[in-house]
T-cell receptor, first 116, second 111 residues
Framework: DTGVSQDPRHKITKRGQNVTFRCDPISEHNRLYWYRQTLGQGPEFLTYFQNEAQLEKSRLLSDRFSAERPKGSFSTLEIQRTEQGDSAMYLC??????????????FGPGTRLTVL | EDKVVQSPLSLVVHEGDTVTLNCSYEVTNFRSLLWYKQEKKAPTFLFMLTSSGIEKKSGRLSSILDKKELFSILNITATQTGDSAIYLCAPNTGTASKLTFGTGTRLQVTL
């Protein structure tokens, strides 16, 4: 399977614990995005990487959230001191737009986080 | 703040009906508009629209963009139960080409 993969698919944690999610984009894709989706809402943009550089972060991304893409391939999203309001589906997407154009983002299956 | 509004929020139709889903947007640095279908999993790509008035078509689905009036529509003809899903529209904006999603239209197709 050459699509975007995410791990784990489900995570249940207690409030106050730290969690880390991983995303493996499609191999030649240089752009990687993280989104968060809560019930009844569309996905909301969190952050974006071009290669290993984190170029944009949403105001939604509090200082408890940190994302990395150390070698420009896979990415991790860590949430420290989780709160119940962090419960959501965390989606990763990747794209490889030819220079000067824009193309579709391909989404992974998501990681569903439940904070008890 | 960027804003995307989809209507209707929810729709129930009978198999074989034709549906039109609406998406209006107010965003800065507009690049293109994308439509996605979401079942009980991640969104899957349907269309990307960059120019006004040019219809994109894929089987029974078609979509068009009006950049002057800031809206797009997605049409599905001869609906099937497999079309039941949430349909999301998302303008692609800025140098990051991030997507700003609407809340989606939940379509249910019944026999």
């Amino acid at each position: 399977d050459t699509g975007v993969s995410q791990d784990p698919r489900h995570k249940i944690t207690k409030r106050g614990q730290n969690v880390t999610f991983r995303c493996d984009p499609i191999s030649e894709h240089n752009r990687l995005y993280w989104y968060r989706q809560t019930l009844g809402q569309g996905p909301e943009f969190l952050t974006y990487f071009q290669n290993e550089a984190q170029l944009e972060k949403s105001r939604l991304l509090s200082d408890r959230f940190s994302a990395e893409r150390p070698k420009g391939s896979f990415s991790t999203l860590e949430i420290q001191r989780t709160e119940q309001g962090d419960s959501a589906m965390y989606l990763c997407a990747s794209s490889f737009p030819p220079s000067g154009t824009y193309n579709e983002q391909f989404f992974g299956p998501g990681t569903r986080l439940t904070v008890l | 703040e960027d804003k995307v509004v989809q209507s209707p929020l929810s729709l129930v139709v009978h198999e074989g009906d034709t549906v039109t889903l609406n998406c209006s947007y107010e965003v800065t640095n507009f690049r293109s508009l994308l439509w996605y279908k979401q079942e009980k999993k991640a969104p899957t790509f349907l269309f990307m629209l960059t120019s006004s008035g040019i219809e994109k078509k894929s089987g029974r689905l078609s979509s068009i963009l009006d950049k002057k009036e800031l809206f797009s529509i997605l049409n599905i003809t001869a609906t099937q139960t497999g079309d039941s899903a949430i349909y999301l529209c998302a303008p692609n904006t800025g140098t990051a080409s991030k997507l700003t999603f609407g809340t989606g239209t939940r379509l249910q197709v019944t026999l």
